[in-house]
């Protein structure tokens, strides 16, 4: 991900990391919101809860949870 380009405020998708992805895959989505809503939602679980999630971007870009947390440090996270 370039890091001048991060919309916060861009809609996104949380997955299962093993949910198959394909055809029907925005019905597979747990939850949807802005990238720095669902970051911050990803934060606050339990650590085994994270690392089997998945925040899917338009473009169908999906960030690990080693992103997610790199993603949550930036200084410029939305802290609200």
């Given amino acids: 991900m370039d890091d001048s380009s991060i919309n916060w405020e861009g809609y996104c998708t949380l997955h299962r990391a093993d949910d198959g992805g394909g055809l029907l895959d925005a019905t597979k989505s747990i939850r949807r919101g802005s990238l720095a809503e669902l970051v911050k939602h990803v934060m606050t ?3 085994e809860k994270r690392r ?3 925040i899917e971007k338009a473009g169908d870009h ?5 992103e997610v947390a790199a993603l949550a440090r930036r200084e410029d996270f939305p802290v609200t």
């Fill in 45 to 47: 679980l339990p650590e």
């Fill in 62 to 66: 999906r960030l690990s949870y080693g």
């Fill in 52 to 54: 089997e999630l998945v």
